[in-house]
């Protein structure tokens, strides 16, 4: 007997729990500064990054990237060059 390819795998035990960059709301930089600064981080399209842009700018804060804990903290280093205002927060 084969085993069920479409048997839902917990991926957990193998990558470890994902973690979120939450990114914040920020008056202080342009949209296409925070735009550009997204899509340099996470390697994002620049629609993708506008989108998460846009989400922080209206509701507050936007999940601007999700994965393991060392890459978001590579992507929260990057974020912060220009002092954008993020957190990690597990997923």
Same mark, same amino acid.
């Given at each position: 007997? =084969? #085993?069920? /390819?479409?048997? +839902?795998?917990? &991926? =957990?035990?193998?990558?470890?729990? /994902? @973690?979120? &960059?939450?990114? @914040?709301?920020?008056?202080?930089?342009? *949209?296409?500064? &925070?735009?550009?600064? &997204?899509?340099?981080? =996470?390697? *994002?399209s620049m629609?993708?990054? @506008?989108?998460?842009?846009? #989400?922080?700018?209206?509701?507050?804060?936007?999940?601007? @990237?999700?994965?393991?804990? #060392?890459? *978001? +903290?590579?992507? #929260?280093?990057?974020? %912060? +060059?220009?002092?954008?205002?993020?957190?990690?927060?597990? %997923?």
């Open positions: 007997m =084969t #085993e069920d /390819p479409l048997k +839902e795998v917990d &991926v =957990t035990s193998i990558l470890g729990n /994902p @973690y979120n &960059v939450v990114l @914040y709301n920020d008056d202080s930089h342009a *949209c296409d500064e &925070v735009q550009a600064q &997204v899509v340099k981080a =996470t390697g *994002c629609e993708r990054a @506008y989108k998460i842009m846009n #989400e922080a700018h209206t509701n507050g804060r936007a999940i601007a @990237y999700t994965g393991g804990k #060392e890459r *978001c +903290e590579l992507v #929260e280093s990057i974020l %912060a +060059e220009i002092k954008l205002m993020t957190k990690i927060e597990q %997923a």
